[in-house]
């Protein structure tokens, strides 16, 4: 990539929305796997037809888009049914993010994908950082954000890489055990670390 580009991932419930969410104030482009993942499934798009085939039209809902919440109990109960929907799914999110990334306008660009190093999408990073948080406050965040079960939850995790792997990996990890005002100031010095890094590399 030409653009300075920094890869933020995390475990679910680990809090990279609310990461992105502080770098976009700052004026930083966000390319987000999460949207790719969502854009290449819309009605008509030809993935949506394949998923269907797959899976069957009960995977729809009343208004013929993807009923995502039906899809992902599916998925995350059948290992063998996950790897396929990744495999169709991933060369069409690639495209989308290339094209995102390369489009981007700010001094750097954040790639952020739960995924990302499962993707290999490391490769396309001058940074990886990490958002760290304990097993048990990603399960409590997740259950009260999404409705989910533990059981569903810790399903999810188990298909995610582990936390130490992950960390293993990371350039930078922010550390997100607190309150969002901790998690801001993380923010803040590693943006003013990739502002420098970014002039350098252009």
């Not at 797959?54 to 599916?74: M, P």
């Not at 390369?102 to 950082?129: G, H």
């Not at 939850?153 to 792997?165: E, F, G, K, S, Y």
């Amino acid at each position: 990539m030409s653009h300075f580009t920094v890869g933020l991932t995390g475990g679910i419930g680990s809090g990279k929305t609310a990461a992105a969410d502080k770098f976009a104030s700052l004026g930083i482009t966000i390319v987000d796997a999460d949207l790719a993942s969502r854009a290449v499934v819309a009605p008509g798009e030809p993935v949506l037809q394949q998923i269907t085939e797959h899976f069957g039209t009960n995977i729809l809902d009343e208004y013929g888009a993807l009923n995502r919440r039906k899809l992902r109990h599916i998925v995350f109960a059948q290992a063998a049914q996950r790897l396929w929907l990744q495999s169709l799914l991933k060369p069409y999110v690639d495209a989308y993010l290339e094209r995102h990334l390369k489009q981007a306008t700010s001094a750097y660009v954040l790639l952020v994908n739960p995924l990302l190093i499962e993707s290999r999408q490391q490769s396309w990073c001058d940074r990886l950082v990490v958002i760290d948080v304990c097993e048990e406050l990603q399960i409590k965040r997740t259950m009260s954000r999404d409705d989910n079960s533990e059981t569903q939850v810790q399903n999810i995790m188990r298909a995610q890489m582990t936390r130490l792997d992950r960390l293993a990996r990371a350039d930078d990890v922010i550390v997100n055990n607190q309150d969002l005002a901790h998690l801001d100031s993380q923010v803040e010095q590693l943006h003013n670390n990739y502002l420098a890094r970014s002039n350098q590399k252009s």
